[in-house]
């Protein structure tokens, strides 16, 4: 004899239902996170691609400088001129880093609100994880 619950179902049926809806909610937690790792792994990668270019043309552009300085050491007034451009060159490489890295920091501040803000919302996560846990049997 199967005795039913305040809802008129079997005990086992709504253990099942509690636990599959908990597992759901999981789930749909996993993937969110699947993608938001997969997201961060792009994000790195464009982070790192935008300092190895700016690294390698600082380079460049400072080898570049030196040659036309030794090419006319004496000629003073080309010379203060090539500095100032590759000056001006490096501080436009250092704000595009600061403008990838301040996008990318933007964006993963709004993909963690997203991320779990949806997840751990007081009524979806805990009252799927309240229900599933009332099965557990009590410890004595």
Known sequence: ????????????????????????????????????????????????????????????????????????????????KAVMDSATAAQERVLGLAKTLYQEQADVAAEFRTLFQGSFDAGDFSEAARKFAAFWPKAA
Request: charge should be neutral; aromatic fraction near 4%.
């Open 1 to 80: 004899m199967t005795t039913k619950s305040k809802t008129g179902s079997a005990p086992e049926a709504v253990a099942g239902e509690a636990l599959n809806n908990y597992l759901e909610l999981l789930s749909t937690s996993q993937e969110k996170f699947a993608k938001s790792l997969k997201d961060a792994s792009e994000r790195a990668a464009r982070v790192n691609g935008t300092l190895i270019e700016a690294f390698i043309e600082s380079q460049r552009a400072a080898l570049e400088t030196g040659k036309r300085i030794a090419a006319n050491p004496t000629d003073y007034a080309s010379n203060v």
